[in-house]
């Protein structure tokens, strides 16, 4: 069974630029999450989709980062403006009732 | 406020003996714990889950207890080998299937 896929899985850019990242969940999986995993914590929640429907939101800072996944599969996460606290590895994973499987992850750097 | 902590930053075992990692929570509508494990540069790796309706579950050499009264749960690792040598996470949901919340980790050293 073919793993979640992320991309890209190192991104470097100047604060104020943007960013977006591309998931692509084990298939068959209806739910969908990105999180955020800032150096020394754990990963912290951004967004649950449910196929292409958004569940939970509410740690994501929307006015910044946005979030879609057409057609209940791949999904993007994007950044626009990048801040510096937002160096970060970003994690998205997917789940078909049970436990959630994670991607390797996108590191972002904002100098 | 942190729901889910992991007190231990960091923990080294010898090769074969017993790891002990623990794990406290505060919200008691958990009813769902897991434990994943991180190598670097790599995703979390789902380990083992239990139920609130259970005190144990065993998978090979890793068991994780749960204890509801304390709002405590731990992962044995037994014997350690030194390719456990990883970061844990702990994490509970208050159902299957939503979004879970993470301790901050700890990372584990097995020494041969």
């Known amino acids: 069974e073919a793993g979640v896929a992320q991309s890209p899985r190192y991104k470097i850019i100047e604060k104020r630029q943007s960013v977006a990242f591309w998931c692509n969940p084990i298939s068959g999986h209806a739910t969908l999450y990105w999180y955020q995993q800032i150096l020394g914590q754990g990963p912290k929640l951004l967004i649950q989709?449910?196929?292409?429907?958004?569940?939970?939101d509410s740690q994501l800072p929307k006015d910044r980062f946005s979030a879609e996944r057409l057609k209940g599969v791949d999904s993007t996460l994007k950044i626009q403006p990048a801040k510096l606290e937002d160096s970060a590895v970003y994690l998205c994973a997917s789940s078909g009732g049970t436990e959630a499987f994670f991607g390797q992850g996108t590191r972002l750097t904002v100098v | 406020d942190q729901q889910v902590k992991q007190n231990s930053p960091s923990l080294s075992v010898q090769e074969g003996r017993i790891s002990i990692l623990n794990c406290d929570y505060t919200n008691s509508m958990f009813d769902y714990f897991l434990w994943y494990k991180k190598y670097p540069a790599e995703g979390p790796t789902f380990l083992i889950s239990?139920?609130?309706?259970?005190d144990k579950n065993e998978d090979g050499r890793f068991t994780v207890f749960l204890n509801k009264s304390a709002k405590h749960l731990s992962l044995h690792i037994v014997p350690s080998q030194p390719g456990d040598s990883a970061v844990y996470f702990c994490a509970a949901s208050v159902f299957r299937n939503t979004p879970l919340v993470f301790g901050k980790g700890t990372r584990l050293s097995v020494i041969a």
């Open positions: 239990i139920s609130s309706i259970k």
């Open positions: 989709f449910q196929n292409n429907g958004v569940v939970d």
